[in-house]
């Protein structure tokens, strides 16, 4: 039932009318519940029903999202009610049962795991909940979080108590008494005095350690005008304490207009505490043999992240095809990282560029992600497959990523992540590991770099029944609710990696091939000499206009158009090749390396019709040692007349 604005606001204020019933007696012993009562709550089905002499319902979905996740509404499940509508319609059950009166007491606790056991069984629920405390709820929601934290996937306190002496105490002016409250709060708990009741170190705000050590993600709405429940007793303190311990938390200050002595006010950020909320519930687990074959590593994260913490700044590179470019994980990984390291100065730097694997990566990451680099996610796993690369090339230009990285960079961290795609799932459903994947992990474990293997868990939750591709997940680009599949197997690498003992990072090694693409660089166009019907554009655009990748539009590229259209480079270095903007005008395009015979390539891709696409090609890469010089001149076929040239690539 949704509580009156009278009632609601008494509850809130802890001024319930004189008549209000005494605090409950011991819960009974569960019994079968009666037959539940449907009723219709915004056109969702809520069944309600008696529970251990209390009431309690559990409003469902339309259709279950993947893991069948929920909400429990800890206390006032009528107010500020807009996230349990929002997570219905995105497929979570919101369950409640009202013990009203019992202050998260042990006793209610008692009824609490009762309830929890019930509706994870009967509408087999996800074994981790979201929770949902308002105010007093707080301190429901936090007994529960700190007696069986493996319980909770995200916490949500909404003006949330946190400590029993700011609220309903008022304890020297931290909070607003409610002398019938406390006088109901010390006979819930059993407690014979104040100060018994101020010793109680069992509220939320005793528990940051405890949760934090979970690696339970928390969000929580204040009002800076809070005279009931002060941000400042409360939430300010948990919070300093729970990030302290390595807890990840979300504070939101809302806006006003305020009422109730500024406890009260319409949310201002319902999206975005739906959106937390949603991200943080993760799919239940599988074995633990299962997902320990899903990351590798996870303890060679900790030096990097104590020395982020240390240095109080940080670069965090993104490196990889559209997975990468595209919004969904990387950036719910950024908001995270900046949660988890309060105080520390983050900027990121996306660098993912649809279509493109490690062959390009391996010559471009220097020029386009910049230094230094503290923290790097890197992905190729599924371009690797598409791109009609050697199975050679790729492993040359996946090991000079990674080694050129660290001797650039030899304090960052790395995570290499193995994305999934259809032919990956088929081979893991065939009993065999995809030959792309065994590749760069192999590489990965020689530099002792962080690993997850995200194709290998889609595969096996697929297995397992938990979603459906072509429903949820829907192609190799996940939709949103692979975006948050692939961020909590990073959340959970993360996790796990600040539980491992610190250490020092082992010395480079020996590379596995002596001629992997380490010292990878571009040479700009501007280096090019030599021009004929040729020159640089500062900010190339095509025309007419048509779709392009990000990066390699408005911004340098050299233009060679019709016959006798030339140019030149000098480089040293064994290795030497292309990376071209390739479109539908794109010319055949012949090279001379060190006065020796002309050569022909083609420059056309298989997307030229439609697409101005970045595409590498290594022209020679056994070189002798040395200044060599390439030339280059364009022949033309038909309206095929123009080549644009992003980068040279060189290892010198």
């Not at 303190?237 to 729970?242: I, L, N, S, V, Y």
């Not at 992600?369 to 230009?397: C, K, S």
């Not at 650039?408 to 792309?436: K, M, S, W």
């Not at 070189?623 to 040239?645: C, K, M, N, S």
């Amino acid at each position: 039932m949704r509580l009156t604005h009278l009632a609601l606001a008494c509850c809130l204020l802890g001024t319930w009318p004189a008549n209000a019933p005494a605090a409950e007696e011991t819960p009974p012993t569960p019994s079968p519940a009666a037959a539940p009562q449907a009723s219709l709550w915004h056109g969702f089905r809520r069944l309600t029903f008696p529970f251990m002499g209390h009431t309690a319902w559990v409003t469902l979905p339309k259709e279950a999202a993947p893991g069948r996740p929920w909400l429990w509404r800890a206390r006032f499940p009528g107010y500020h009610d807009e996230i349990d509508l929002a997570l219905l319609q995105r497929g979570f059950h919101v369950a409640h049962v009202d013990t009203a009166n019992l202050y998260g007491s042990p006793r209610a606790m008692q009824v609490w795991d009762a309830f929890y056991r019930h509706v994870t069984a009967t509408y087999g629920l996800n074994p981790r909940a979201a929770f949902h405390g308002c105010s007093r709820g707080g301190l429901f929601l936090y007994a529960f979080a700190n007696r069986w934290p493996e319980r909770v996937a995200v916490l949500y306190g909404d003006t949330p108590v946190m400590d029993l002496t700011s609220w309903p105490e008022g304890k020297d002016g931290r909070g607003q008494r409610s002398e019938e409250d406390w006088a109901r709060l010390k006979q819930a708990y059993g407690f014979a005095s104040d100060a018994e009741a101020e010793a109680w170190r069992g509220s939320g705000l005793h528990a940051a350690e405890r949760l934090a050590r979970a690696h339970i993600p928390i969000w929580h709405t204040i009002g800076p005008e809070d005279a009931v429940v002060p941000p400042r007793h409360n939430t300010e303190p948990f919070a300093e304490r729970f990030r302290a311990a390595g807890g990840e938390m979300n504070i939101h200050t809302n806006q006003g207009p305020y009422a109730l002595s500024g406890h009260h006010f319409p949310l201002d950020a319902a999206p975005e505490t739906v959106a937390f909320i949603e991200a943080h519930v993760p799919l239940p687990d599988l074995s633990p043999a299962r997902m320990a074959a899903w990351s590798a590593d996870a303890a060679a994260l900790r030096p990097a992240l104590d020395r982020i913490r240390r240095q109080g700044h940080a670069r965090v590179v993104f490196l990889g095809g559209s997975i990468t470019q595209n919004p969904g994980w990387q950036e719910l990984t950024a908001a995270s990282l900046r949660r988890r390291l309060p105080g520390v100065r983050l900027t990121f730097a996306n660098v993912g560029v649809a279509s493109l694997g490690s062959l390009s990566h391996a010559f471009r990451w220097r020029a386009q992600a910049g230094a230094p680099i503290d923290l790097l996610f890197f992905e190729a796993a599924v371009n690797d497959l598409h791109n009609g690369q050697t199975a050679e090339e790729t492993e040359r230009a996946y090991e000079g990523v990674l080694r050129g990285v660290l001797q650039d960079n030899p304090e960052a961290g790395i995570v290499c992540l193995h994305f999934a795609e259809p032919r990956h799932t088929a081979d893991y459903q065939a009993g065999r590991e995809p030959a792309v994947i065994a590749r760069q992990a192999r590489i990965a474990r020689h530099y002792r770099v962080a690993q997850l293997n995200l194709a290998r868990e889609v595969a096996d939750r697929l297995a397992a029944g938990q979603f459906d591709w072509a429903r949820h997940f829907r192609d190799l680009h996940p939709s949103p609710f692979g975006q948050r599949l692939y961020y909590n197997a990073i959340r959970r690498l993360l996790d796990a990696a600040e539980d491992t003992p610190a250490s020092p990072r082992p010395p480079l090694p020996a590379p596995l091939r002596a001629d992997c693409w380490a010292t990878g660089a571009l040479l700009p166009p501007g280096q090019a000499r030599d021009l004929l019907h040729a020159e640089t554009v500062p900010r190339w655009q095509p025309d007419p206009p048509m779709e392009t990748r990000r990066l390699f539009v408005d911004c340098p590229l050299l233009c060679a158009t019709g016959e006798g259209a030339a140019w030149a480079f000098d480089f040293t270095g064994p290795t030497v090749g292309v990376l071209l903007v390739c479109g539908p005008d794109s010319a055949p395009l012949e090279w001379s390396l060190d006065g020796g015979p002309w050569k022909r390539m083609e420059t056309r891709t298989p997307w030229s019709g439609h697409i101005h696409m970045p595409w590498p090609t290594i022209l020679a890469d056994d070189l002798e040692a040395g200044a060599h010089t390439i030339r280059f001149r364009v022949r033309p076929e038909g309206d095929r007349d123009t080549v644009r040239l992003y980068g040279l690539m060189v290892a010198p």
